[in-house]
């Protein structure tokens, strides 16, 4: 407890409130995430592993961060929201940096996520904001680990970044590097352990939704943009990437007062 006084705080019963918190946790058979469970998490960001950490994706609805493996920050759910966001940034930022981010560049992203909390005015908008966080995270650091790739595997890689708009192949990305078709597609496969097809598909579906929470555009102008066959086919790879259609991913995260299917 902490009792203001004086204009400073003094410390009043910290023990004892610490001893009355600790039984009413013991009453509920509440506990703080496993140790483990949370190494694996945070090694998933560092690591760039996307498919691991989706695993560890907040629930985007206000039960979000009431589960008994998170502390109680504070009675107001959407200040305890607000406080365990603020506490993830923290703590990932930290492990970002340790695993070679640059520093500065981890802890301003750290300050505009943390920016960003003003305008959530939902437990739900703060969980969906601590998905992009933790995304936005993760992909810095895949991004980090090309200097681990082979030289061919690195080129292929920057090759699909600058052209991800195009109708993209492995043939013309092998040509394009000079290296054999088939070696490309083994060496790919062995490094990111993704197939050179499916990489290329959850780049194209990534960079598709940033564009549908950052602009206007039609989802019939965004699946042309990215040369998909047709807009139901990018619908379908949209949902089976990112668990939501289209329509749905803007109406959660873009925000305007009127959205509608374009």
């Not at 995430?33 to 996307?50: C, H, I, K, P, T």
């Not at 699909?160 to 013309?172: A, C, D, F, P, R």
């Amino acid at each position: 407890m902490l009792c203001k006084r004086g204009g400073g705080f003094m410390h009043m019963n910290i023990n004892q409130d610490l001893q009355e918190q600790l039984f009413r946790q013991r009453e509920e058979q509440i506990c703080h995430l496993d140790y483990n469970q949370e190494f694996r998490y945070y090694n998933a960001v560092a690591s760039g592993d996307m498919e691991s950490v989706k695993e560890y994706l907040m629930p985007e609805n206000d039960d979000a961060y009431s589960g008994s493996e998170y502390g109680k920050l504070s009675q107001n759910s959407l200040w305890n929201a607000r406080y365990h966001f603020v506490v993830a940034v923290a703590l990932i930022t930290r492990i970002c940096v340790e695993h070679h981010m640059e520093r500065e560049i981890a802890y301003t992203l750290s300050d505009v996520f943390i920016q960003k909390i003003d305008d959530c005015k939902t437990v739900a908008e703060i969980a969906a904001l601590h998905n992009i966080m933790v995304r936005d995270f993760t992909k810095r650091m895949q991004l980090l680990q090309k200097a681990a790739y082979s030289m061919h595997v690195a080129r292929a890689i920057d090759y699909i970044t600058i052209h991800l708009h195009e109708k993209l192949q492995t043939g013309n990305i092998a040509d394009a590097i000079s290296i054999n078709r088939g070696y490309l597609s083994t060496l790919f496969r062995q490094e990111t352990g993704k197939s050179l097809h499916d990489y290329i598909l959850a780049e194209k579906i990534h960079a598709a939704a940033q564009m549908i929470t950052t602009s206007e555009m039609s989802f019939s102008e965004i699946s042309q943009y990215y040369s998909f066959s047709s807009q139901s086919h990018f619908i379908q790879c949209f949902r089976k990437e990112l668990g939501m259609t289209p329509l749905e991913y803007r109406k959660r995260y873009y925000r305007s007062s009127e959205v509608s299917e374009l």
